[in-house]
């Protein structure tokens, strides 16, 4: 069930462009439906589109629609829920769908608003964007040596997409190290390998990695899952770095895929009601040793599934504070196919535990140093113990050596 303030947040962004995109050059009359103590907003909103519609120097910038994105961006930028909730153009609203699909086209890379900049949140595993080393956290400076930084989000991201085969220039702050580089990238069409698992060299350890929570996720982990367990197993890696989520239904089940009982989150709605979620009965992994990897690119129902793992003291977590998502979104479609992508619920880690603004912390701490690229498990077929411990993802090698400890 929608939650009536976000339903109110909606009623007024849709009343308010409905009026605002009239482009009266005169007032108008609020409707009676608008509360009088909103009124001075409405009028304050048209007033500004108006004078920017009669005054503004360079009237070929004036673009109505552009106007009425950027408005909406702001508007939901200002709720505060940086990260998270946020506007999508029809574009961006196709790329959402494509990504639940596993299927994407473009440089392969979520990113998200932090204080006013464009920021990397998590690269797609074998996208353009991994490849050139792009990394959770990383500012995105410039696109095509325009300046992004105080634009909406929603213009970031159109500039950023595109069709495959084409090519686009970012200029990029690692704010690590306060180093600036410009990178050319070009897009692609990127399939998904959602659940990727190899068997670590030489050992009985299994590096088990999940890029995305996307639909149907949790039917293939639980076949995966069958599959290592049949063939013998003495440790599983689950690896969730620079895993940006999905579908929330999917994280909750394959959370459920190692736990036996209990809960996987707490949600709270905003009158401050908690209501549990409970583990799905049925799980194929519920014993085996298990040490999990998280990093800033760690986001949504990534930190569902760490949260709820690491609470049921099931695994330990290994790496770097998480992004810090921590709410669940409802989609509002809007008449012209863009969408208000909007906050409906806040969860928590079983224990109760804000993760909102906040992230997970890792029971390890191991930051990887900047020019070491996380190891993932297509990368490791054919590989030697040796080029595994020469690799640099220090991450990876202390989960493994924890795990043979178990032993």
């Not at 409405?42 to 108006?50: E, I, T, Y």
């Not at 494509?98 to 979520?110: C, M, R, T």
């Not at 325009?146 to 997409?161: C, K, N």
């Not at 770095?241 to 736990?259: K, M, T, V, W």
Request: glycine letters at 10%; one cysteine or more.
């Amino acid at each position: 069930m929608k939650n009536r303030r976000h339903q109110w947040v909606l009623s007024l962004v849709l009343l308010s462009f409905g009026l605002i995109a009239c482009h009266l050059l005169t007032a108008f009359t609020v409707p009676n439906t608008i509360p009088p103590e909103v009124e001075p907003n409405f009028r304050l909103m048209a007033k500004a589109w108006n004078t920017i519609q009669r005054f503004y120097v360079d009237q070929s910038a004036v673009e109505s629609q552009r106007m009425t994105y950027g408005a909406i961006s702001g508007m939901v930028d200002a709720l505060g829920d940086t990260g998270h909730s946020r506007f999508l153009t029809p574009e961006m609203v196709k790329h959402e769908r494509n990504l639940a699909k596993g299927k994407l086209e473009g440089v392969g890379a979520e990113i998200q608003t932090t204080n006013g900049q464009p920021v990397i949140v998590a690269p797609i595993d074998g996208s353009p964007a991994q490849r050139a080393g792009l990394r959770p956290g990383d500012i995105i400076l410039k696109v095509d040596d325009e300046d992004t930084i105080g634009l909406p989000l929603s213009q970031v991201v159109e500039r950023i997409l595109g069709l495959a085969g084409t090519p686009v220039k970012l200029t990029i702050l690692n704010p690590r190290s306060g180093l600036t580089r410009e990178i050319t990238l070009v897009r692609a069409r990127i399939t998904l390998q959602n659940v990727t698992w190899e068997r670590l060299p030489n050992m009985s350890v299994v590096h088990l990695r999940i890029m995305t929570f996307s639909q149907g996720v949790s039917k293939t982990l639980r076949k995966t899952l069958s599959t290592i367990q049949e063939e013998g197993s003495g440790g599983l890696i689950l690896d969730l770095r620079n895993s940006p989520g999905g579908r929330y239904d999917e994280a909750i089940h394959s959370a459920s895929q190692f736990l036996s009982s209990g809960n996987i989150l707490l949600e709270k709605d905003a009158s401050g009601k908690i209501t549990p979620v409970l583990a799905w009965p049925g799980g194929v992994a519920l014993t085996v040793p298990m040490v999990v990897l998280i990093n800033g690119g760690t986001s949504s129902g990534a930190e569902i599934v760490a949260g709820a793992l690491q609470d049921a003291h099931r695994a330990k977590l290994v790496g770097e504070k998480t992004f810090g998502t921590g709410t669940v979104l409802e989609t509002f479609s809007l008449p012209d196919g863009s969408a208000l992508m909007l906050a409906t619920k806040e969860w928590l880690t079983p224990a109760g535990r804000v993760i909102w603004h906040q992230g997970i912390h890792p029971d390890v701490l191991i930051p990887l140093p900047p020019e070491v690229i996380p190891v993932v498990p297509t990368a490791e077929r054919g590989m030697s113990i040796a080029q595994l411990r020469a690799s640099g993802d220090e991450q990876l090698l202390r989960a493994l050596d924890m795990l043979t400890m178990q032993k």
